[in-house]
Nanobody
Framework: QVQLVESGGGLVQPGGSLRLSCAAS????????MGWYRQAPGKQRELVALISSGGSTNYVDSVKGRFTISRDNAKTTMYLQMNSLKPEDTAVYYC????????????WGQGTQVTVSS
């Protein structure tokens, strides 16, 4: 059974930092292509960042230079380091697995709330 469990969300002031974690089980983590998505109230879910099984990364323009996606295959965990947070970063953040090797999949975590407010 595939499980993706996000953690690390919370309330932070503008300019602050948070690190999200996504702990995965039930998959061969080392061959997983993964990403972080977010959904703000009243808006569609949007891609934030992607990381391939080999560690290549891509970011949406709005977070470039502020967010860093990474993975630790030994801990089967993906991270999102978020710095210089802005109120518009407020959203529920979701972990996603979209590929396992050559196999296309679509696994989601339950989400973690990030609120940026003074």
């Amino acid at each position: 059974q595939v499980q993706l469990v996000e953690s690390g969300g919370g309330l932070v002031q503008p300019g602050g930092s948070l690190r999200l974690s996504c702990a995965a089980s039930g998959i061969i983590f080392s061959v997983a292509a993964m990403g972080w998505y977010r959904q703000a109230p009243g808006k569609q879910r949007e891609l934030v960042a992607l990381i391939s099984s080999g560690g290549s990364t891509n970011y949406v323009d709005s977070v470039k230079g502020r967010f860093t996606i990474s993975r630790d295959n030994a801990k089967t965990t993906m991270y999102l380091q978020m710095n210089s947070l802005k109120p518009e970063d407020t959203a529920v953040y979701y972990c996603n697995v979209n590929r396992l090797g050559v196999l296309s999949v679509n696994y989601w975590g339950q989400g973690t709330q990030v609120t940026v407010s003074s």
